[in-house]
């Protein structure tokens, strides 16, 4: 019985790690489709059929910053919230992510925003998951924790904070359990890799895509070697805009209508994106 107990105990221990190689396998064999947008920005698509569990739909845009870093913008309304599509086209994007956390009833980012020096929202979220800066000018751009030095980075012309900060000098960084974390949901993120900034939703809340927890997204921005990441909000909010694409623009599958189709926009208070 003794020697039983320790055979199960073993493969409750191995077993994780036995999945963990099975994911980061298949993730790093996947083959992706690839589309270059304009020069210096490349999309790339691909559906897993046995990913963390599931199936999992997820789209990325590199972004090459020594071409595109002038033209990196944040778009938001201190009230109200509109469609990521809609700011989008206002703003005349190549291609978008919806960006931080808002208030659902009246509008407006519940986390710092600040764009092009005028401070669009103050923060009001006080949960701990809200722990990041992504921070930029035309010269420089950081994705950083959030300290008594990183606040001061509030000066710089442009800051959206979100949370939680999953990957910091290439590692993942540790993050709090409970249902927001550990839950499979829809993600949205904002990265750096190299010189490159990466904008990534994952689509979920269908069988066709199931969504991922926080760990297992770090886990996937450790395999595609980002050096920075933060979470964005996520659920029904991921969104993903590009030009001149079908379905007003829209190229994954955002959930808040609960179909899987292009069509589930969810209203937003602000938007990362690169303009024309």
């Known amino acids: 019985m003794k020697n039983l107990f320790l055979f199960l105990l073993f493969l409750s221990a191995a077993f994780p790690t036995s999945a963990q190689e099975h994911d980061s396998t298949a993730f790093a064999t996947q083959a992706w489709t690839t589309q270059t947008l304009k020069k210096g920005i490349v999309w790339k698509q691909a559906h897993f059929h046995n990913l963390f569990g599931g199936e999992q739909e997820i789209n990325l845009i590199e ?3 020594k071409r595109h870093l002038k033209k990196l913008r944040l778009a938001g309304i201190s009230k109200e919230t509109k469609l990521t599509s809609t700011f989008a086209q206002e703003n005349n994007a190549v291609v978008a992510i919806n960006g931080g956390f808002f208030n659902t009833k009246i509008g407006g980012a519940t986390d710092f925003i600040k764009i092009e020096g005028e401070v669009i929202n103050v923060t009001t979220n006080k949960h701990p998951r809200s722990n990041a800066f992504l921070t930029f000018d035309k010269r420089s751009i950081q994705i950083i924790p959030q300290t008594a030095d990183s606040i001061r980075e509030t000066k710089v012309d442009n800051v959206l904070r979100s949370g939680p900060l999953l990957i910091s000098g290439g590692e993942i960084m540790k993050i709090s359990k409970g249902g927001f974390s550990t839950n499979k949901h829809p993600r949205t993120v904002v990265a750096l890799r190299g010189q490159n900034l990466i904008f990534m ?3 979920g809340r269908n069988k066709q895509s199931h969504g991922v927890t926080l760990f297992e997204l770090s886990r996937l921005l ?3 070697a980002c050096d920075a990441a933060m979470n964005l909000d996520g659920g029904g909010s991921t969104t993903m805009y590009i030009k001149d ?3 007003n623009g829209i190229v ?8 899987f189709d292009h069509h589930g926009e969810r209203s937003v208070a602000n938007i990362i994106y690169i303009k024309n």
């Open 63 to 65: 972004i090459d910053l």
């Open 201 to 203: 939703t994952i689509d």
């Open 222 to 224: 450790k395999w595609y």
């Open 245 to 247: 694409q079908p379905d």
């Open 252 to 259: 994954n599958y955002p959930s808040d209508n609960k179909k």
